[in-house]
């Protein structure tokens, strides 16, 4: 089992930038691909991007393409979201979350993964 505690949210003007961390407990994090999430209010929580055991492959969603980085240390037990140019639909509590399923494959849905951190609120002015 892993827990994830994410911090760096906060209050941004539009474009400017922020960089989330996840910091996972337990000694097995480079066993697990990794995922960030958000959730606006009103409506559900939607995939943001996901990295993969070694940080060899990463995957984001179309609206945050070009704009934000996924990365993980695997020493350090942390994966971060790196977000730049950010708009007020960026506004969201962001989540982290952890895939323990084996295989290549990066996932988007939210039932694939396994542990989630508490979130980390995201707000941008415009």
Request: hydrophobic share 35%.
């Amino acid at each position: 089992q892993v827990q994830l505690v994410e911090s760096g949210g906060g209050l941004v003007q539009t474009g400017g930038s922020l960089r989330l961390s996840c910091a996972a407990s337990g000694r097995t994090f480079s066993s697990y691909a990794m995922g960030w999430f958000r959730q606006a209010p009103g409506k559900e929580r939607e995939f943001v991007a996901a990295i993969s055991r070694n940080g060899g492959s990463t995957y984001y969603a179309d609206p945050v393409k070009g704009r934000f980085t996924i990365s993980r240390d695997n020493a350090l037990n942390t994966v971060y979201l790196q977000m730049d140019s950010l708009k007020p639909e960026d506004t969201a509590v962001y989540y982290c979350a952890a895939d323990r399923t084996l295989g290549p494959k990066l996932r988007v849905g939210i039932s694939f993964y396994d542990y989630w951190g508490q979130g980390t609120q995201v707000a941008v002015s415009s």
